[in-house]
């Protein structure tokens, strides 16, 4: 998952992003909300984690506007002020989910997991093709349930590829998916990552489109 | 003791006095009226003997050698029962006398009033003596028997009193009781009132007497309503603002857990330096608690030395300012002088804007303090290279938790400290952007006290 961070308490901020990165996320940190605006009409993020005290500009009128705009980024929101009516208000300003801060690190990973999931439209957190089964909470693959071992970015590159099962994702979006702004991009890394995969998993498992991209095919019947 | 009691008690008290008093006075006043009417009956009986004798009704034997005249043989005088009479010559042989009078001798008794004891029984005697007619008329009453009547009068009178000062009493008593009703009902009103409600009780009907009690306790209430109001907005702000590091450290310490190496290392050195932050942040929400108490309630002397402060403020903060590379100039010497100011508080205000100065100049620059002395004030001034205030954040800079910028490290308390100082202790705070050049200018006015003697 690729995760937009708007938040600005440097310790707090610094710690999801690290936090979130051990569990397999990708995450973009903007500390100030009109920094915010023009990432956010950007849609390459899965799930936007917004606080909602930010200096200069109001949380609430920053998701407002993000909503009226017409983008449909799941947003989850964290704040201080945990009252019902806070959270109702935040709720019906457009947020999708809610957390109250201190808030633990696996339960927002979870989160992020769900809404990511409800977008699309899947029953669980389990993405599966033939005898792989993957584990986005964990980053674990199995194969007819014997573990296999992936590092971080294959696993990531993995659950992307499962999760657009019959669809072709471009380098481009693989890209987007696996580095953050501030990581660097090793161009020859991906077909590495490729590689290594068919050797751990099956040849067949991915195929290569030529000048686009890569694609796992549907399970056939 | 009991209002009511007190009042009943002390009207029965004074009322029975009074009418003790009264009855007294009556008894005395209606003894001596009855005297005197009395004695009067005996100078007007005497006094109608003499008339019928010098209107001739009355003929008397005067020769001396007569017998006396018994009263039945002479015109019988008819006198009120148990007024005795007697008629002598004026050399004091009796002429006639009533069959009930006394043995008295008239040479013995003077003219007019007087008390006689005859025969061991007190006796009221008025003598009259009639040259004219040459005789000697005596009237004579006993004692006892005026006695009786005076304490039968006086009986009748007083016995009112005895009866009627009871049910005075009561009647005391029941309109003490009904006196007393508006205060009942503001006893009740208070008592059915929720024990921890801080509403202002109801003046309307209060008793003029009780209506100041009333006032002042409503503006007790309406104090300590602020008071806890500002408290539970304080300890709600501050609630809210210790969650944020609270959520840092929390981070921090749960990628120490699931991570090893580097990113664990720096993970628990975050985690510490939140918890650095968070009890700064709880020092000034601590300090800013001390300023809203009561004065009166500080444990340390209520003034100091202004240059003292100043100059271990500046001790205190040259690590950070050389840490970031800026440079302290101080101007000139602080004359000595005396403020009205705990030495805890000015330390802080003067170490806030310090700070802060310090925390946005950039490395390179330089901040110069500078003092003054005006008849009336000390004038501190703290002049920075940083990025100033923007004007439209300069009426808020000074509220609890407001960051002008994201970048802002700080509690966002620094300056609402200073402000709060500044207003217990009556010193005006200065905030403004240079003229022509990028910078802060901070600073105090401080009334000053007294100042050390010149060398």
């Known amino acids: 998952m690729r995760i937009l961070l708007i938040e600005d308490d440097a310790l707090?901020?610094?710690?999801?992003?690290?936090?979130?990165?051990?569990?397999?996320?990708?995450?973009?940190?903007l500390a100030d909300g009109l920094q915010a605006v023009t990432a956010l009409n950007d849609a390459s993020h899965d799930a936007v984690i917004l606080d909602l005290a930010l200096p200069r500009r109001?949380?609430?009128?920053?998701?407002?506007?993000?909503?009226?705009?017409?983008?449909?980024?799941?947003v989850l929101i964290l704040t201080a002020f945990d009252a019902v009516q806070d959270r109702v208000a935040g709720l019906d300003a457009g947020a999708d989910d809610y957390l109250a801060k201190p808030f633990d690190l696996q339960e927002l990973g979870a989160r992020l997991r769900a809404l990511h999931r409800r977008r699309q439209n899947r029953a669980d957190n389990t993405l599966r093709h033939g005898k792989l089964t993957f584990e986005p909470a964990t980053l674990l693959a199995t194969i007819d349930g014997a573990d296999v071992n992936l590092p971080r970015r294959e696993a990531v590159l993995l659950q992307l590829l499962l999760e657009n099962q019959g669809l072709v994702v471009s380098t481009e979006q693989i890209h987007n998916r696996l580095y953050g702004?501030?990581?660097?991009?090793?161009?020859?890394?991906?077909?590495?990552?490729?590689h290594n995969l068919r050797r751990k998993l099956g040849r067949e498992l991915i195929e290569t489109v030529r000048g686009v991209g890569y694609r796992i095919p549907r399970e056939t019947a | 003791m009991s209002l009511r009691w007190r009042l009943i008690g002390g009207i029965a008290l004074l009322l029975s006095a009074l009418w003790a008093a009264t009855a007294v006075w009556f008894f005395f006043d209606v003894r001596r009226e009855l005297r005197e009417v009395l004695d009067a009956r005996l100078a007007s009986s005497a006094s109608m003997v003499q008339g019928l004798i010098s209107r001739g009704d009355l003929r008397l034997p005067l020769s001396a050698a007569a017998e006396p005249i018994s009263a039945a043989a002479s015109q019988p005088v008819s006198l009120p029962t148990e007024l005795a009479c007697q008629l002598w010559t004026l050399e004091g042989r009796l002429i006639?006398?009533?069959?009930?009078?006394?043995?008295?001798?008239?040479?013995?008794?003077l003219d007019g009033f007087s008390n006689r004891l005859v025969a061991g029984e007190p006796w009221r005697v008025y003598a009259l003596t009639d040259r004219d007619s040459g005789v000697r008329i005596i009237t004579a009453e006993r004692q006892n028997l005026r006695m009786a009547l005076i304490g039968d009068v006086a009986m009748a009178v007083s016995a009112p009193f005895l009866i009627v000062l009871p049910a005075t009493i009561l009647l005391v008593w029941v309109a003490v009781r009904r006196g007393l009703v508006p205060l009942e009902r503001l006893r009740r009103s208070i008592v059915s009132r929720n024990a921890g409600t801080l509403d202002p009780i109801g003046e309307h009907g209060v008793p003029a007497e009780v209506l100041p009690l009333v006032s002042a306790l409503n503006g007790l209430f309406a104090r300590l309503s602020e008071a806890f109001e500002r408290e539970r907005r304080f300890t709600g702000d501050a609630?809210?603002?210790?969650?944020?590091?609270?959520?840092?450290?929390?981070?921090q310490l749960q990628i120490a857990q699931s991570a090893d190496g580097a990113i664990r290392e720096r993970a628990l050195r975050q985690a510490e330096a939140g918890v650095d932050r968070m009890s700064r942040l709880v020092s000034q929400m601590l300090l800013l608690a001390r300023l809203e108490t009561e004065p009166g309630e500080l444990s340390e002397p209520e003034s100091c030395e202004a240059g003292d402060e100043l100059q271990a403020v500046l001790q205190t903060l040259r690590p950070l300012a050389a840490k970031r590379e800026v440079q302290l100039l101080p101007q000139n010497e602080i004359v000595a002088v005396t403020v009205r100011v705990p030495a805890s508080m000015l330390h802080a205000a003067l170490r806030n804007l310090l700070e802060n100065s310090i925390k946005h100049t950039p490395p390179g620059r330089q901040i110069t303090i500078s003092t003054e002395l005006t008849p009336t004030h000390l004038q501190l001034r703290i002049v920075d290279e940083g990025p100033g205030i923007p004007p439209e954040a300069l009426a808020r800079v000074t509220q609890r938790f407001y960051r002008v910028a994201v970048a802002d490290a700080g509690t966002g308390l620094g300056l609402s400290i200073v402000a709060a100082v500044a207003h217990r202790y009556n010193m005006r705070l200065h905030l403004e952007n240079r003229a022509g050049q990028a910078g802060l200018i901070s600073g105090l006015d401080i009334p000053w006290h007294s100042r050390a003697p010149q060398p």
């Open chain 1, 58 to 74: 109001s949380g609430l009128e920053l998701l407002r506007q993000f909503r009226a705009e017409g983008h449909t980024t799941p």
């Open chain 1, 12 to 29: 707090v901020g610094e710690g999801i992003q690290v936090g979130l990165r051990l569990q397999g996320m990708a995450v973009d940190w």
């Open chain 1, 181 to 194: 702004w501030n990581e660097p991009i090793e161009s020859n890394a991906l077909a590495v990552h490729v």
């Open chain 2, 239 to 251: 609630a809210h603002e210790l969650r944020t590091p609270l959520t840092g450290i929390k981070t």
């Open chain 2, 96 to 109: 006639t006398a009533a069959r009930n009078a006394p043995t008295l001798s008239a040479s013995e008794i």
